[in-house]
């Protein structure tokens, strides 16, 4: 496993690989899957990295806390980072390029970039909405990472399932040729979603957080009622999350996917998803002390992620 930290020896590097493979299969190309990370890995950047290396010749990860997605005030600084722990993770997932640059590599006029990406219509509501400049740091890196790799596929989780939305959006819009892969989220065993922030929460918190799980899990059950509006289903989210005393929700919000159109209100949510064949993102955003976690549920066009 090849570890670079500037864009130059990552180029090269990955030139010299694509040239060995092709030599060694006779293959006309070697395919790249890419997965984009800010470290601190877990078992959901595994999956990803686990589907690459089945569906690609050549597996890039990328580690990089990105500055730019992060706003004033927010975790910046106290991101955890591993980085020999990550190499360790990569080299076992059988990850062949590793591209590990620093902030000034990515951003030589510092922790900013005069040209940034700006998604709109996708960006404006749930993390968008409470995280303002969020998604033009993610458009901007994701679309830096994608010029300097170059990838045929690329792999995202649905955890994040708002920044799947905006980078398809971005690579559809701009004429990237890379496949974007959507990955189901990979779950703790009381249903707690993976992520890197997990780590930030005490043991009374992490013992409260999979309130947020075990809510968009019920839904299921209260989809069985065919009369159960979307105005309903919203009200029974939020007050099961707001029964959890260490929950402070930033939002809980039912959205078409990947729109993020309005639902109307008034009709039977199990009727509109089999008539309208349209997907409903259910997304939570939700603090416990000071670490904010996100989850959703995909449901219809045969999502029940
Ligand atoms: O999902 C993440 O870890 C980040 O937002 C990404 C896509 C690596 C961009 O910094």
């Known amino acids: 496993m090849n570890v670079c930290t500037t864009i130059t020896q990552f180029r090269s590097a990955l030139k010299q690989l694509q040239q060995e493979k092709i030599q060694h299969s006779g293959a006309a190309e070697a395919t790249v899957g890419f997965v984009p990370t800010m470290g601190y890995l877990h078992a959901g950047h595994g999956s990803l990295l686990a589907r ?11 580690i990089f806390v990105n500055p730019l997605q992060f706003a004033v005030g927010e975790d910046l600084t106290i991101y955890p980072r591993d ?3 990550d190499l360790a993770v990569a ?10 640059p620093t902030v000034a590599e990515m951003y030589p006029a510092g922790a900013t970039s005069l040209t940034t990406v700006h998604v709109t219509q996708v ?22 990472l994608f010029h300097i790799v170059q990838p045929d596929k690329a792999y995202f989780g649905l955890k994040d399932a708002q ?6 959006q971005m690579v559809g819009d701009l004429n990237f040729p890379v496949q974007i892969v959507a990955c189901p ?11 890197s922030r997990n780590v930030y929460l005490s043991a009374e918190e992490r013992a409260a957080a999979p309130v947020i799980a075990r809510t968009l899990a019920e839904v299921d059950d209260w989809l069985e009622d065919t009369s159960l509006t979307f ?21 809980i919000e039912c959205l078409q996917y990947p729109s ?11 009727e509109w998803l089999a008539q309208s064949g349209r997907r409903v993102l259910i997304a939570a955003a939700v603090k416990f002390g000071k670490t904010r976690l996100i989850d959703n549920r995909l449901l219809g066009g045969g999502h029940r992620v």
Not at 128 to 143: D, I, L, M
Not at 260 to 270: G, K, T, V
Request: glycine content about 6%; overall charge negative.
């Open 52 to 62: 690459a290396r089945r569906e690609c010749e050549i597996v890039v990860l990328s």
């Open 83 to 85: 980085e020999q722990r």
């Open 91 to 100: 080299a076992e997932y059988g990850v062949d390029l590793v591209f590990m």
């Open 123 to 144: 960006t404006e509501k749930l993390c968008g909405a409470s995280r303002p400049g969020h998604f033009a740091g993610v458009a901007t890196v994701v679309s830096k």
């Open 163 to 168: 920044q799947v939305a905006v980078i398809e």
């Open 185 to 195: 989220t990979v779950r703790e065993a009381d249903g707690l979603a993976l992520s």
């Open 231 to 251: 105005a309903d289903l919203q009200d029974r989210l939020e007050a099961a999350i707001h029964a959890q005393p260490l929950a402070t929700v930033d939002y």
């Open 260 to 270: 993020f159109a309005d639902l109307p209100q008034d009709l039977s949510c199990a």
